[in-house]
T-cell receptor, first 119, second 114 residues
Framework: AQKITQTQPGMFVQEKEAVTLDCTYD???????LFWYKQPSSGEMIFLIYQGSYDQQNATEGRYSLNFQKARKSANLVISASQLGDSAMYFCAMREGSSSGGGADGLTFGKGTHLIIQP | GAGVSQTPSNKVTEKGKYVELRCDPI?????LYWYRQSLGQGPEFLIYFQGTGAADDSGLPNDRFFAVRPEGSVSTLKIQRTERGDSAVYLCASELTGSYNEQFFGPGTRLTVL
């Protein structure tokens, strides 16, 4: 079974609009961390935002916020006021066994969503 | 400040050959990870080092793959008897254990097996 599911292979969004990228996850571990990474066409993986399973509030980092719905096992990324430079692949990932997110097993990634921002 | 570096950036080899891919993590980062990213997929975990020892090598696909980190810094991923299916981008990431949450990724090595 897929541990991370990203159901949107590709999305087209108009510049300045908000966009939501979907991510659902599957784990029986009560301690886990959820991550979003951006991968532009140049190939580097850029960390965007993190949510721990015990965090009470949704994570925010500038224009990025994570809509964490624990009961639904959902961790959608919201990008406000999209910009042309946001065009990239976006990956949701999970690390099990550590709600602090650090120094444990490797990340399990989804297949990604290709986001294209149109002017 | 230097980030994670990987060499070579591109490697083309023939089926059956041996290759080594190098990762130089951020100085002081004790945790080091190798991932493989095939075309159109997300990265797939291969192996994780904590210091010099492999803490988790459950992602290595078979015994043709091996990785070392002898001094707890630079790591080398070794692939024997390469196959065409090994063609992918191999990503390395490092992390300061106990830190907030961020794995810092290198630019990757694109391996092509002809």
């Amino acid at each position: 079974a897929q541990k991370i599911t990203q159901t949107q292979p590709g999305m087209f969004v108009q510049e300045k609009e908000a966009v939501t990228l979907d991510c659902t996850y599957d784990t029986s571990d009560p301690s886990y961390g959820l991550f979003w990474y951006k991968q532009p066409s140049s190939g580097e993986m850029i960390f965007l935002i993190y949510q721990g399973s015990y965090d009470q509030q949704n994570a925010t980092e500038g224009r990025y916020s994570l809509n964490f719905q624990k009961a639904r096992k959902s961790a959608n990324l919201v990008i406000s006021a999209s910009q042309l430079g946001d065009s990239a692949m976006y990956f949701c990932a999970m690390r099990e066994g550590s709600s602090s997110g650090g120094g444990a097993d490797g990340l399990t990634f989804g297949k990604g969503t290709h986001l294209i921002i149109q002017p | 400040g230097a980030g994670v570096s990987q060499t070579p950036s591109n490697k083309v080899t023939e089926k059956g050959k041996y290759v080594e891919l190098r990762c130089d993590p951020i100085s002081g980062h004790t945790a080091l990870y190798w991932y493989r990213q095939s075309l159109g997929q997300g990265p797939e975990f291969l192996i994780y080092f904590q210091g010099t020892g492999a803490a988790d090598d459950s992602g290595l696909p078979n015994d043709r793959f091996f990785a070392v980190r002898p001094e707890g810094s630079v790591s080398t991923l070794k692939i024997q008897r390469t196959e065409r299916g090994d063609s992918a981008v191999y990503l390395c990431a490092s992390e300061l254990t106990g830190s907030y949450n961020e794995q810092f990724f290198g630019p990757g090595t694109r391996l092509t097996v002809l």
